[in-house]
């Protein structure tokens, strides 16, 4: 994986929340600093503006580490993030596992084979795409790869160099702006009413 290249967004397209000698933490503002920064990752909002207009802007925290680590890879040659996502789709009941080998082009040996493995690349945060998260209080923390991160048992603070002051940092910028919110919403309905 090639090394972070900070390229400079435009302070009014995003607010940098936090920045040490490992991680960066901005609240991008528009689609275009968020496809910068996020511009490997796998989300549906990187390609989907609407979504993100609707949904998304301003709305989370992308954490980036400023040492990625090159991803690990798995048995079917994929990084082991990918193989997470595509294998969860059968562990959810969504693909058959002969679709699952389709889409990894691999073939397992056998269903309790992919189960073990399975199991064993989704128990350590390291096999995840962390070196970019998504982050929100209220929506979770997704990998690169789009895994969302709770559903297997991991939390930020799992996430490489992620610590709870940071989080907190992130969670008091996110509830002041939830309050300046319907501060307005409070002030506009009373001026309305006058």
């Not at 930020?156 to 939830?178: A, L, Y």
Request: charged letters at 30%; a negative charge.
């Amino acid at each position: 994986m090639n090394k972070l290249n900070e390229v400079r967004v435009p302070r009014e397209e995003r607010i940098e929340l936090y920045r040490d000698n490992n991680v960066i933490v901005v609240v991008p503002l528009t689609h275009k600093a968020l496809k910068k920064y996020a511009n490997s990752c796998l989300w549906c909002i990187n390609h989907d503006r609407v979504e993100w207009e609707e949904y998304h802007k301003g709305l989370h925290a992308i954490i980036i580490q400023r040492k990625p680590k090159d991803l690990e890879v798995g048995v079917t040659g994929n990084p082991t993030a990918s193989e997470i996502f595509v294998l969860s789709k059968w562990d959810n009941g969504n693909s058959s596992l002969s679709d699952v080998e389709e889409m990894l082009f691999y073939e397992f040996p056998n269903e309790k084979e992919t189960e073990l493995y399975y199991l064993d690349i989704t128990s350590k945060i390291k096999y995840f795409g962390t070196n970019i998260v998504y982050y929100s209080p209220e929506n979770g923390t997704y990998d690169m790869e789009d895994n969302f991160l709770s559903d297997f048992n991991y939390s930020i603070t799992d996430v490489p160099n992620v610590t709870s002051e940071i989080v907190q940092i992130i969670d008091n910028h996110f509830k002041s702006g939830k309050n300046l919110q319907e501060t307005i919403r409070r002030i506009i309905k009373q001026e309305i009413k006058n």
